[in-house]
């Protein structure tokens, strides 16, 4: 599988439960979105446009796609809303499909437009890096069952402080089966310890052997 066809199993409409660990302070926040995936060919005008401003060669991009959020997490004050929408855009490399380039117009870390790099894993798992002026980003997806879907990220800012998050989303208007496994995965992750947050860290770099997004993916 390369990262177009993992767009494409990843359309549709999700239920996503987070739990975010801020290690600085050894607190942990939960908090849940709906997240809509559309996968965007390679001539659609939002990956020509992500392309152009990049001033990258939009033949040299596979397509791409467009996510929207809207949720809430535990520490928002009042009025406080994580909504928003991202477009990505796909770009191999000449000699491997399976690694390339990501184009965003909004990052994950930091809210500006940004280039990343992106690998599928042995275990066909999505991996983002991104690099920004004050910190960095790794990102992991994978696919637990077709409407299963889980995510593994941390955030690296320059002097020390770092988040770390997990994440289980079910595909809406399933089998409520998947839901309700997605559902279980979330309180059993609850409030993330020290200990469980290694744990998480450690399988992400076992899995991507390198290795967020609210919810720009």
Known sequence: ?????????????????????????????????????????????????????HQIDGTQAIGGCRVTWGGSMGWDKEGENHEGKTVFALVPDADNPHQGRLLRDRGYAEIVPVVGQYHMDEDEGLVLITEYDTMSSEE???????????????????????????????????????????????????????????????????????YFSFLGW
């Open 140 to 210: 992991r997806f994978w696919f637990a069952s077709p409407d299963l879907r889980m995510r593994s990220s941390i955030v690296k800012r320059f002097g020390g402080f770092s988040t770390a998050s997990f994440c289980t989303e079910s595909r809406i208007g399933t089998d409520l089966g998947s839901q309700k496994q997605a559902h279980a995965v979330a309180v059993a992750s609850g409030d993330v310890t020290p200990a469980l947050a290694q744990e998480v860290l450690k399988a992400k770099q076992d899995a991507s052997r390198q």
């Open 1 to 53: 599988m390369d990262a177009m066809e993992f767009f494409q199993r990843s359309a549709g409409k999700w239920r996503s439960q987070r739990t975010t660990h801020h290690l600085a302070f050894r607190r942990s926040e939960v908090g849940e979105s709906e997240i809509q995936v559309d996968a965007l060919a390679a001539d659609d005008p939002e990956i020509v446009a992500l392309c152009e401003f």
